[in-house]
């Protein structure tokens, strides 16, 4: 007897499309907000109008639910994609409505979200090349998440660190910063943030090297 089998193609469902499919099926409660954050960064660079229309049901739930946390999350994200656009003093605005729901919360989570928000207003004052604001912004984030022992994030913040240092000239400082973010992604063995702290990371010393000669 010949056992016939038939292959039937089987179609990964993408991270996205599973979300998408989760928020079609939820109810309007925190855990659709939760959805609705999500899918802003999923389509923050793929597809705007997308992204921008999840922040705004985002917004609108959570203010209909009171969920502070969900509600400034979703303002945080706006600011995101405000700055994507290039529209500064619209994510400056969103940012700090963000920043007043969060101020005084205790809990991990919001902890979280200040810090980030921090990193956020750091990228305003980099793109307004008002680089000392910008370092203190990230500075105060760096110690909140290394407190939270938040490594994931604390990458991005020395590799910005890295750079502003750059910017401002203190080649040490920014050799410091440099090597600690490449550190982190290497505990992580996270190849594409090695590969971009070791880009940040060679180039600094190259600069320095140039200095001494």
Known sequence: MILLIAVIPVVAQ???D??????QRSPADTGRVRTL????RQFEY???AKAARYARESVALSRKLQ???GLAVAYRLSGILAVDRSDLEEASRLYDTAG??????KDRGYQVQQALLLQNQSAVCQFREQYRQAVTLCLDAATLLAGLHEESYLFFCYNNLAVLYGYLED????LKYAQAAYDISAKYHDPFRMGMAGIELASTRMELNGMKE
């Open 14 to 16: 993408s991270p996205t």
């Open 18 to 23: 599973s979300l998408e499919g989760a928020l």
């Open 37 to 40: 954050n999500l899918l802003i």
């Open 46 to 48: 793929t597809d705007t």
């Open 67 to 69: 969920d502070t946390y």
């Open 100 to 105: 007043q729901l969060l101020s005084g919360q």
């Open 171 to 174: 080649k040490t400082s920014s």
